[in-house]
């Protein structure tokens, strides 16, 4: 890594009932842990002042909220229970092509999986409960920096290499998930019920997603400190 810390720029997470953007503190935490220094973006999708943004950082971080538009993979809203956010969608397509365009390193988390799959051209379940029924616990209660469920991590990929295990336990608090995995991606993890848990691009030097949230778990956890600190590393290089 240089000597410089690495700027990592962080979707902003907007609360559409007070009209105002926020952030949890262990997606920061997570990153400056690692090495990286993280900052949080206006929500926009003007391209200019977006540019201007992503030009500076070296790493950008997808966080969770809102539930991904089924829009951008071609769908109709499945039922009252998925609830979108056009304005994150948009700011974070044009982020996602810069980034990818630039070879930026990318990290998405629980949302940022979902939304870098549909917006590579997969597919979502828009409801879990009722698209995929299961016994897995994707919809924890709190304390959320504990395990949910394991998860199955798949041979012969970064994930695998990085972590040296075949399984880990992950927390889970998710209403989406990956249906159809987009055409340039890979999985890294299963959940037993057969969900997509984690991904990457191989094209890419490093776009890494997973399902579940280590913005709460690094602080116990040392496979989420990993991640984070293979995102900076990745960015710092």
């Known amino acids: 890594m240089n000597a410089e810390r690495p700027l990592i720029a962080v979707m902003p997470l907007f609360d559409q009932e007070k009209d105002s953007l926020w952030m949890l503190p262990?997606?920061?935490?997570?990153?400056?842990?690692?090495?990286?220094?993280?900052?949080?973006?206006p929500l926009t999708a003007d391209e200019a002042i977006l540019g201007q943004c992503l030009e500076v950082c070296r790493g950008v971080l997808f966080t969770g909220g809102h539930d991904v538009s089924?829009?951008?993979?071609?769908?109709?809203?499945?039922?009252?229970?998925?609830?979108c956010c056009g304005e994150r969608d948009d700011m974070e397509r044009a982020t996602l092509r810069f980034a990818i365009a630039r070879d930026k390193a990318v990290l998405g988390i629980c949302r940022g999986l979902q939304f870098i799959n549909a917006a590579l051209g997969g597919s979502l379940y828009q409801d879990l409960p009722t698209q995929h029924p299961s016994p897995v616990d994707h919809h924890q209660s709190p304390p959320y920096d504990i395990p949910a469920h394991d998860v199955r991590i798949i041979r012969e990929t970064p994930l695998a290499e990085l972590l040296d295990r075949e399984t880990l336990a992950v927390n889970s608090y998710?209403?989406?998930?990956?249906?159809?995995?987009?055409?340039?991606?890979?999985?890294?993890?299963?959940?037993?019920?057969?969900?997509?848990?984690?991904?990457?691009?191989?094209a890419s030097r490093f776009l890494w997603a997973v399902q579940w949230h280590p913005e709460f778990s690094h602080k116990n956890d040392p496979a989420s400190r990993t991640i984070f600190r293979r995102f900076v590393e990745a960015a710092g290089s």
Request: charged residues 15%.
């Open 26 to 41: 262990g997606y920061f935490d997570g990153v400056a842990e690692a090495g990286g220094v993280p900052i949080m973006l």
């Open 70 to 83: 089924p829009a951008i993979y071609g769908e109709t809203r499945l039922n009252d229970t998925v609830c």
């Open 174 to 202: 998710h209403h989406q998930a990956v249906k159809a995995l987009a055409p340039k991606l890979q999985a890294m993890a299963v959940s037993s019920d057969g969900l997509i848990e984690a991904l990457y691009r191989p």
